[in-house]
């Protein structure tokens, strides 16, 4: 009976993403080669995008396609590729993201346009794409946004602003939406990725909870079956969030024992 029950499940998961025409930036590494890794038995075409494509694996039905996506020529380079290649897209999944770890000791645009550029304009503008193309069509669009999108933390001060603007953005964005658009914002907690090396380098402390990649990537992938508005693939981080709003103190200290960790390590790398 539960092996029954488990099967009915999957399958009708597998029946939702089942030769789905997806694009996925952000493909070459971490969450979003999971997700096509976790998506390869239910033969979608798969427009894999990122600018180190020589890491995606060959997979049948995945197409990896170089682009950077913090210009909207790179952006608009996507959608051309995916739309020759794929006639329509049924799902884009904007996951490509970076973060800094960082104390910012002194003023500088392009640092901050750079990461604002990747995180908020690329998601944003792809959105507004999707709908001018999709016409009447339905499409789902997601937003990799993170947990920090809903709490803060030292040294985290750009990433943080950049995943808050993503929770504003697709908040409001809900309410416009035309009726043929899903759009789910998902925010991931840390997770063993590249992401850490890149923002900090190896020895970088990590944020509480970690998730692995795996089970977290399969939350993900559930929730945009049931076409939920907002994805935690850690289960728990609504009632963290919840605790932090109605008791704010409780984030305060866990921001202080992110501070030190952060201090430590600031003077680690300058020793
Ligand atoms: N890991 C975590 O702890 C965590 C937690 C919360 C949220 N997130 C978010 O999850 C998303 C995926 O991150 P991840 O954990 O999978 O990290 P990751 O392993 O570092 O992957 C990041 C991906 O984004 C791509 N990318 C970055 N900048 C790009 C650009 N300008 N143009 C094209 N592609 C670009 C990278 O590809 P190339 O370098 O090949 O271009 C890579 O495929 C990000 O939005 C991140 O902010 C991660």
């Known amino acids: 009976m539960l092996l029954y029950l488990s099967l009915s499940f999957s399958y ?16 070459t590494s971490g969450i979003g080669l999971e997700i096509i890794r976790q998506l390869q038995p239910f033969h979608p075409e798969i427009i894999a995008v990122g600018r180190a494509i020589e890491k ?10 170089a682009a950077d ?9 996507v959608f051309d590729f995916a739309l020759e290649k794929l006639g329509n897209i049924d799902v884009f999944i904007a ?19 750079q990461i604002f550029s990747t995180n908020v304009f690329s998601p944003i503008y792809g959105l507004e794409k999707m709908v001018e193309i999709c016409k009447d069509r339905k499409f789902t669009y997601a937003i990799t946004a993170s947990g920090l999108g809903r709490v803060y933390m030292p040294g985290y001060v750009l990433y943080c602003s950049t995943k808050h603007a993503l929770h504003g953005f697709a908040s409001s964005k809900q309410y416009e939406l ?5 759009l789910c914002t998902i925010y991931p907690v840390a997770m063993e990725t590249e992401f850490f090396n890149r923002a900090g380098g190896e020895k970088m402390p990590r944020p509480f909870p970690v998730q692995k990649v795996t089970p977290a990537v399969r939350n993900i992938l559930k929730d ?6 907002r994805s935690y693939p850690y ?28 201090n430590r390590f600031m003077a680690g790398e300058t020793h």
């Open 69 to 77: 996506i913090s210009t909207q020529e790179g952006v608009d380079s």
């Open 12 to 27: 009708k998961t597998i029946m939702d993403f089942q030769n789905k025409k997806i694009v996925i930036t952000g493909a």
């Open 178 to 182: 035309p009726a043929n658009a899903h």
């Open 224 to 229: 945009l079956r049931k076409e939920k508005q």
């Open 56 to 65: 995606i694996p060959a997979l049948p039905g995945v197409y990896p396609f």
């Open 235 to 262: 289960r728990l981080l609504p009632f963290i969030i919840w605790l932090s709003s109605v008791f704010p103190f409780l984030l305060k200290i866990n921001n202080g024992i992110e501070k030190k960790k952060f």
């Open 95 to 113: 996951n490509a993201g970076f973060g800094y770890y960082e104390k910012i000791e002194s003023p500088c645009w392009e640092h901050a346009e």
